[in-house]
């Protein structure tokens, strides 16, 4: 329909997807269906940061046991948000702000649009007062439990918003992942 050729079985698995890669995701807690596959490799590849749209708290499971002891979690509303992005830079440690509503602080634009300057050769970003380094590999997660919400436009270009509510496919293949882990314990470690 918009002239663009794209081949009829196109996956964004099949183009983008590490089968090692996405093995590890789903024994960190991805459900194993392709929509939450699709999500986590836009979550991974994408060049800005991803606003996950998550009721279930799925991708927050994964987010966490991908990252264990290399993320400092906070909340949008958390008194010391600043001090926890700093933190987490400092540390090279990844950033898990949970739980947000339909806005985000302001102050985190800086980090969101990639402000970053050149300091006598270093790449820095400000973070409150402090001038903080700045690493390609850091990593900024956002969260928000909202089933249905509605960002404003000056939000949506400035992250990733990927939605990782079950869908009913979704679900049927969690749940015939569930039977066999119970019923056939030998075929789930096999594929393990």
Same mark, same amino acid.
């Given at each position: 329909?918009?002239?663009?050729?794209?081949?009829?079985?196109?996956?964004?698995?099949?183009?983008?997807?590490?089968?090692?890669?996405?093995?590890?995701?789903?024994?960190?807690?991805?459900?194993?269906?392709?929509?939450?596959?699709?999500?986590?490799?836009?979550?991974?590849?994408?060049?800005?940061?991803?606003?996950?749209?998550?009721?279930?708290?799925?991708?927050?499971?994964? !987010? &966490?046991?991908?990252?264990?002891?290399?993320? *400092?979690?906070?909340?949008?509303?958390?008194?010391? /948000? #600043?001090?926890?992005?700093?933190?987490?830079?400092?540390?090279?440690?990844?950033?898990?702000?949970?739980?947000?509503?339909?806005?985000?602080?302001?102050?985190?634009?800086?980090?969101?649009?990639?402000?970053?300057?050149?300091?006598?050769?270093?790449?820095?970003?400000?973070?409150?007062?402090?001038?903080?380094?700045?690493?390609?590999?850091?990593?900024?997660?956002?969260?928000?439990?909202?089933?249905?919400?509605?960002?404003?436009?000056?939000?949506? !270009? &400035?992250?990733?918003?990927?939605?990782?509510? *079950?869908?009913?496919?979704?679900?049927?293949?969690? /749940? #015939?992942?569930?039977?066999?882990?119970?019923?056939?314990?030998?075929?789930?470690?096999?594929?393990?």
């Amino acid at each position: 329909e918009s002239g663009i050729p794209a081949a009829d079985d196109f996956s964004l698995v099949k183009t983008l997807g590490n089968p090692v890669a996405i093995r590890k995701w789903n024994i960190n807690g991805l459900p194993t269906d392709e929509t939450s596959i699709d999500s986590a490799i836009m979550v991974t590849n994408g060049s800005r940061f991803p606003l996950m749209i998550d009721p279930q708290e799925q991708a927050k499971k994964w !987010i &966490k046991n991908s990252n264990k002891g290399k993320m *400092v979690i906070s909340r949008m509303n958390h008194k010391d /948000l #600043l001090r926890h992005a700093e933190q987490a830079r400092r540390a090279g440690h990844s950033l898990l702000i949970e739980d947000i509503e339909e806005a985000i602080e302001g102050s985190l634009d800086v980090i969101l649009t990639k402000q970053i300057v050149e300091d006598g050769g270093r790449k820095v970003i400000k973070i409150g007062e402090n001038m903080v380094d700045w690493e390609e590999d850091f990593n900024l997660y956002i969260t928000t439990k909202l089933p249905n919400p509605h960002y404003l436009p000056e939000i949506c !270009i &400035k992250v990733n918003i990927l939605n990782f509510t *079950v869908t009913t496919s979704g679900l049927e293949d969690q /749940l #015939l992942g569930e039977v066999v882990k119970q019923e056939r314990p030998d075929v789930e470690e096999r594929k393990n």
